[in-house]
């Protein structure tokens, strides 16, 4: 049975789950009735950040331009543009074992392309989610449902992976920003 967290809560992923390598980190959400004559594109993207909170280079940043990373511990399946059915909106699937030594911690972020030329932001978002499940038997381990705490915001960091004493942990934020991807990617240290 998951885990159900709420904001700010922390948990255990390995030490609770042992042998546990493979897990699945899904997102989703909805979109509420809007008029504004555009889609809503929305983007997952995984951090691989130090123990300072920033990524060591660009290519720590994984999202739907630069889907893998180079050791192979972080993939994004691909870019979905409409959020339509059901299930996860988009997935990014993590090898614990692969993580590099020098990343503890994995930021998990949502923003909305082109959002600002849009008129969108998450105010305009419902049912909003991220949960872990393991890769190998695909049972839900972690889920976090993200509420309807946003207004103006154009970027949220919904959760992070971090290490702690050789385990790693799972800690649901939640945190909104403004200036969509751009604000993220200096929030991090991505260059752009």
């Known amino acids: 049975m998951a885990v159900n967290l709420s904001k700010g809560q922390k948990v255990d992923l390995t030490k609770t789950n042992p042998g546990l390598s493979k ?39 994984i999202f739907y331009s630069n889907t893998k990373h180079a050791s192979g511990a972080v993939e994004h399946t691909g870019d979905n ?7 996860d909106d988009e997935v990014i699937k993590v090898d614990l074992a692969l993580v590099p030594q020098n990343v503890s911690r994995i930021a998990f972020t949502v923003t909305i392309y082109e959002a600002e030329q849009r008129h969108q932001n998450f105010g305009q978002v419902s049912n909003a989610y991220i949960h872990i499940l393991d890769q190998v038997s695909g049972q839900e381990i972690i889920r976090y449902d993200l509420g309807e705490d946003f207004s103006i915001e ?17 800690n649901a934020i939640g945190s909104g920003f403004q200036g969509g991807l751009y604000a993220l990617c200096q929030n991090f240290g991505v260059n752009v």
């Open 23 to 61: 897990i699945i980190v899904g997102l989703g959400w909805d979109t509420n009735k809007y008029d504004g004559g555009f889609d809503f594109d929305l983007d997952a993207s995984a951090f691989l950040c130090d123990m300072n909170g920033k990524v060591q280079s660009d290519a720590d940043f």
């Open 154 to 170: 154009t970027a949220v960091v919904v959760g992070e992976l971090y290490r702690h004493n050789g385990e790693w942990k799972f």
């Open 81 to 87: 543009k409409t959020g339509s059915g059901e299930g």
